[in-house]
């Protein structure tokens, strides 16, 4: 495999994205959905939107993406840059794309004074794992996702009057 480059997502990189990102979304088993892919597209290549996007590329091909964005680090009082997806072609995998997309990623953070590059991945994306493991440290930190609350406006009533009735009774005055 030639040398490979990495750069920021351009206009013209429109339909290989798209490929690559139809892959990213198939292996994570999320279905195809062309809004999706628009609004994502429209992300990275916003200047005013948080998400950034690069592609690595072989003898002029994309083989490789990535998104990524800066976030705020309260408790150090630092940024860091945070990996949101990483995917190669499978053609292509095995031979330092993904390992190049982070070291740009790296560069960056020196470019910018990240304090780190962190990421999370699936726990049974082991063959991801084996380059992760060799390119950064394994944190004890877990994640967690949570559902949005229901909206107190919403038209179910039993919701609407416990929100209510917590609303009342906080507003009473102690006895």
Known sequence: M???SVRAVVADD???WEELFHGYRTFYENPHDEAVA????GWITSAGHQVEG??????????????????ERPSVGETGIYLDDLFADPAARGKGVGRALIERLQQIAVEEG?????????????TAQRLYDRVATKTRWL??????????????????SAAATLSTASQRPAA
């Open 38 to 41: 628009e609004r994502v597209w």
């Open 14 to 16: 429109r339909q290989r």
């Open 54 to 71: 690069l592609v690595a590329e072989v003898d002029g091909e994309i083989v490789g993406i990535a998104h990524w964005r800066r976030f």
């Open 114 to 126: 990240a304090s780190v590059v962190r990421w999370i991945t699936a726990d049974d994306n082991t």
């Open 2 to 4: 030639s040398e490979i």
């Open 143 to 160: 994640t967690y996702d949570a559902a949005p609350a229901e909206d107190p406006r919403s038209t179910d009533r039993s919701f609407s």
